[in-house]
């Protein structure tokens, strides 16, 4: 195959990386504050149908509706659930700016579940408050927002994977990438940059040994991460892994917090409820480890003695929107919600502080520590932020880079900079008779499940610290095809830089905190003496990964640790 590695110039005012959730609402609001101002997306997929949502979503886990919720009620609660290891001022932008965000994205043709009487028809799944509110019909959302894209004349550059982002004179000035289908080294130049590209789902095994039978989007491998990091910016709590419940032997949610809501819950094999709560947290994934580990496993979400209308209900809502091979999984194993209860097991582990806290340092404005580069979405560190918390960051980015890049000029990329990337991504195609990127991750990722999946220890940590800094030299030895195997083989370079970054946060943070998220078997107590504040790790002058402690900043709302810490077992 003949492929042309010619150069491709591209300039934009904003370049937003990743057409998902919080790129698609970056793009627009950067466009509603200049609609002179040029955004661009660059999406290595096609923004109609990549992300997160790609499939819909099934409801919003962080709706603060005036009437049922306060933004300081939401804050106080993640507080609790995340071990008071957050930047409250970031947390209250979700609380503030959700209802306007879920408003907005009702005027675009988003379906929100209403009642009787017309109001937001909110559940209640987490430990205090109602903030999940039902999407039966969400299994169009993302083609909304690209029609609200084009509306907006957002330019958009579908299948370019960035592998870079070019930082001179202190500040982001572009990025560098990818033609996935022609193989053109692309240059953008932009006065700012927004980080949108998910999170990392390709880390931990599934336990099918499926490479992309992930949990997350398996598109989504820690680009993002990556790339922040050798921008030079700080990345934070990366020992805190996203590690949820799903359906045994399924890539998805058994979604105890739609069917929660309705009667359902969830049993071990005696028939006992084990937890009180169903909202996703670290603690509450400790119970089901620990329970799976006690001879009353397996586990199984309970719907069998439910009436007709509420499974009915609760099928319309699973099998539409985000996973819709649910109904044939089901179909394929004879299972049926009236008879059968649903196995559950534990996923691999990956980062994301959309589920739990794990990503890119950013404050309340959505600024990361480089100038002129922003974050949003699942790699950017608000815990527990879902869905509505990457709108309205995505919001926050666009809203506010359109802000800093006024009086900014674009600058030319230092050219010794884009020769040696340039040469770097295309080593594998030189050598297309190299080891396949597919074995290279296989292996990789095993070492992931051998040495970094809880319960920890630095022994086992140390191992795979090893093995991780080792790889660069097997990733050299990857080789590919064409344009598409060498997305990949990028990929798998995102995955090892994800991987050595949770292997040294996790040996650095001498204690255990959020539940099984980050659970040391040599360290089992919570030391709020010692470790009551951020870990965060960024790639030094000398080139090299370095770890601190970043204070936590004074609380907007005031919670105390002590009296209400967070417990969801049954006793």
Request: proline share 4%; with cysteine.
């Amino acid at each position: 195959m003949n492929i042309s590695t010619n150069t491709q110039w591209m300039k934009t005012d904003v370049l937003v990386i990743g057409g998902g959730t919080a790129g698609t609402m970056a793009a627009i609001k950067a466009k509603q504050a200049n609609p002179d101002g040029d955004v661009l997306i660059l999406e290595k997929a096609n923004i109609r149908r990549s992300g997160a949502i790609a499939m819909g979503m099934d409801g919003v886990n962080t709706a603060v509706i005036p009437g049922h919720s306060t933004p300081e009620q939401y804050v106080r609660e993640v507080t609790i659930a995340n071990d008071g290891i957050v930047n409250q001022k970031a947390v209250y932008q979700t609380g503030k700016l959700g209802y306007e965000t879920i408003q907005e994205l009702e005027s675009w043709g988003v379906k929100f579940q209403k009642d009787a009487q017309g109001n937001y028809d909110l559940k209640q799944v987490h430990r205090v408050g109602k903030y999940v509110l039902p999407m039966p019909e969400g299994k169009d959302l993302k083609t909304i927002l690209t029609r609200q894209v084009k509306r907006h004349k957002v330019n958009v550059t579908n299948r370019v994977m960035a592998t870079r982002v070019i930082v001179q004179e202190g500040r982001a000035i572009g990025a560098v990438g990818f033609d996935v289908r022609a193989g053109h080294f692309v240059v953008i130049q932009a006065k700012a940059v927004i980080l949108c590209t998910g999170a990392c789902g390709r880390l931990g095994l599934p336990e099918s040994g499926y490479l992309y039978s992930t949990y997350e989007n398996p598109t989504n491998a820690g680009d993002g991460y990556s790339m922040a990091y050798h921008a030079g910016a700080e990345l934070t709590n990366i020992e805190c892994f996203q590690i949820n419940p799903l359906i045994k032997d399924y890539n998805g949610p058994a979604c105890a917090y739609v069917a929660g809501p309705f009667g359902a819950h969830t049993t071990n094999a005696e028939g006992h409820r084990f937890i009180n709560c169903d909202y996703w947290s670290g603690q509450m994934m400790l119970e089901v480890w620990k329970e799976l580990n006690s001879g009353k496993g397996p586990i199984q979400l309970k719907m069998t003695h439910l009436d007709e209308d509420t499974i009915s209900e609760i099928e319309r809502v699973l099998w539409a929107n985000e996973r819709p091979s649910r109904e044939r999984f089901h179909a394929g194993r004879g299972e049926d919600y009236r008879t059968h209860g649903i196995e559950m097991n534990i996923s691999e582990i990956g980062l994301c502080s959309g589920h739990s806290a794990s990503g890119v340092w950013v404050n309340e404005n959505a600024e990361t520590t480089v100038p002129g580069l922003y974050a949003a979405g699942d790699l950017a560190s608000v815990p527990h932020n879902y869905m509505i918390g990457a709108f309205v960051f995505g919001r926050i980015a666009g809203t506010h880079a359109i802000e800093y890049l006024q009086d900014l000029d674009h600058l030319a990329p230092d050219r010794e900079f884009l020769e040696a990337e340039k040469a770097r991504i295309y080593t594998p195609l030189n050598q297309p008779n190299g080891i396949p990127h597919t074995q290279i991750e296989y292996k990789l990722r095993r070492w992931v499940n051998d040495y970094l999946q809880p319960p920890k220890s630095e022994p086992k940590l140390a191992i795979g610290l090893q093995n991780f800094i080792r790889y660069h030299e097997t990733l050299d030895q990857m080789g590919a095809h064409d344009p598409h195997e060498l997305m990949r083989c990028m990929e798998v370079h995102f995955i090892r830089d994800c991987a050595e970054m949770a292997a040294r946060a996790s040996i650095y943070r001498r204690e255990s905190r959020w539940g099984l998220y980050h659970y040391r078997l040599d360290f089992p107590e919570k030391n709020d003496e010692e470790w009551f504040c951020h870990v965060n790790l960024k790639k030094d002058e000398a080139g090299a990964m370095r770890l601190f402690k970043r204070a936590i900043e004074p609380y907007v709302v005031d919670v105390d640790l002590h009296q209400e810490a967070y417990d969801v077992a049954v006793r």
